[in-house]
DNA sequence: GATGAATGAGTCTTCATTCAT
DNA sequence: AATGAATGAAGACTCATTCAT
């Protein structure tokens, strides 16, 4: 079964536990068990723990932003576009036992030192505040509050995810859902 | 050295350390030697790293909590009120060096095991609940949807506090405020 | 319940503590707290966790003194004195959950600068010695190898002791109980 | 500093100190200093310090293990071998500043929860057993009390060690070994 | 490309004891 | 006679990283 690529492994079961438990909860040692490989093959790989989250965060990035543009394409209304992106995040939040944003976890146990998380992070929310944005602009072309509007519903998505794992429950993503859809109708 | 007080100096200087850094980033290591106190005096007065973190978010709660019902209370509109409570909000965050919410960050790195905590962190994002809900009651008495369009609030609430974090910027905040005066003026 | 001396109340706690899991494996913090006392009234009373132990093993040795005396003024044989003293540890040893010796576990901790613990311990052995070389000489009235065989049957005690905590088993117990017929018998 | 080894460098020095002092009274901080490795070092080849004692407890058996079994073969008399062996006992107590059986002084601090460590003195003392139930088959080979009797020489064996440590003296190692006699030659 | 052994600094926690009241 | 707070040293164990092979 174990994939051929060490560095693959390594990456793959990385994601799984800094996702499960968060970034600062795992250790290396228990990354390289799992991912049946020795010490010296992980520093082969990667620079170090910071450099294999910042590998992780990006590769979570490149496959969400996939699914935003094509979503951005699809052919329905804007307001059903903003509830299928939440009812998207409800499955993840379902199917991961209730772990929210990868980012925001990351984010609240790193330091101003740690720069390319921190990057990471700002490109990750950033992608994020454009893809709710186009969805104002597709809702109500030329308006003028549609930036406004698109870093509010950004918001509101954050909070959804953040109060969900607090409180390991769905309504969070319900109720931001419906203010998400009563702000853009505005 | 300064002998009296011990219990109070660890709770006062771990309080600071956790809502710069972290829970998991502090040892108690450095609580210890902050407080100038010995270890062991530590733990006559906290029974784990653990039962300290639950004193400090308890301590947190307590303080809020007197905040919200006075500003429940005060003598103007609810419109007022969430300006002011997000303003206040602005305001921690620029004195915090943009640190977020202590209960979701907490949450962020602490598993199921750790029931103490969980169950502060519950307890305080229901009195918040709450809150936003007693403004809504006040702005529209016997609304049907005061409930939800206080969560509603609650979400936004919270998503400013972890976005500000993430980017170490207020404009979530702002932009959740507006937000939640829209909500609450339907 | 609570019985009015503290200092009773912390010597029956700690020989209850001390012979279940051995003198090192019990912490004073344990005894104070089972003993529904205050650390400082502990070293009103006792000098030291040796002192306390001291304590112990001055007490243990008391009690087994006397019945000691009694047996051996009992009204019957020797051997019968024997198989009655073997007998009597054999129920020790399964009220105790198989703890052995009190003096021989703590002296497996012991080393060289516990004076006042080893001092118990050859007293408490010489005593049992002397117990054993009088059965000889009632079995055997001036023969010249009493004290010899005596110190055989003390050595036989001694292992029966040590092996029935061992193995968790009361064979060791019989067994030596019928090498130390055969020999006083010879 | 010596690089290669640490393995076995622990290993030797954790069963010096083990056996002078007894297995809760060495800290592993004071056998990696004396070993000269670091902690880190220890823990890559030990589970931990009950591993370790495991390790410990199994190279002394195989040791002994070896030397029963030549004995046993050697060519001179049952009663010979058992001199031969209480004799090296005494040796051995001298040495060793009159440390007794480890397995008996390291069962006088492990709970059952110490499987491991259990399992070890069971197998140790099972062997011992054979050993001299072997000698007694040896003395009157077909014999009913055979294994009986060599229990019982498995006792006094023990006891002879448990009373040399206690009161640092030879005399019950001699004692033993003439009552094993007697006993045998009955 | 891969590895097992080694490491120093760190983790949280408990030890027996003493102090001022 | 009794107490709760304070302490330095030690307990076992884990961290992320580097090295020689």
Chains 1, 2, 3, 4 share one sequence.
């Not at 991912?35 to 490149?62: I, M, P, R």
């Amino acid at each position: 079964m174990r994939k051929p690529n060490a560095k693959e492994r390594i990456l793959e079961t990385a994601s799984q536990l800094f996702h499960e438990r968060g970034y600062s909860e795992v250790g290396i040692n228990e990354i390289i068990e799992k991912a049946e490989t020795a010490k010296a093959s992980f520093y082969q790989h990667f620079s170090s723990k910071e450099g294999l989250c910042e590998a992780w965060l990006q590769n979570v990035h490149d496959r969400s932003e996939g699914a935003r543009s094509e979503l951005l394409e699809a052919d329905c209304s804007p307001v059903e576009k903003i509830r299928i992106y939440f009812e998207r995040m409800e499955r993840i939040m379902k199917e991961s036992n209730f772990r929210g944003c990868p980012y925001s976890n990351t984010g609240a146990v790193s330091g101003e030192e740690c720069g390319g998380i921190r990057k990471q992070i700002e490109d990750h929310k950033q992608s994020l505040r454009d893809f709710f944005r186009a969805l104002c602009e597709q809702q109500n072309p030329g308006g003028e509050e549609n930036s406004s509007v698109g870093d509010q519903i950004f918001v509101l998505f954050s909070g959804a995810a953040t109060e969900a794992q607090n409180l390991r429950d769905l309504w969070p993503v319900r109720e931001a859902c419906k203010a998400a859809i009563t702000l853009i109708s505005q």
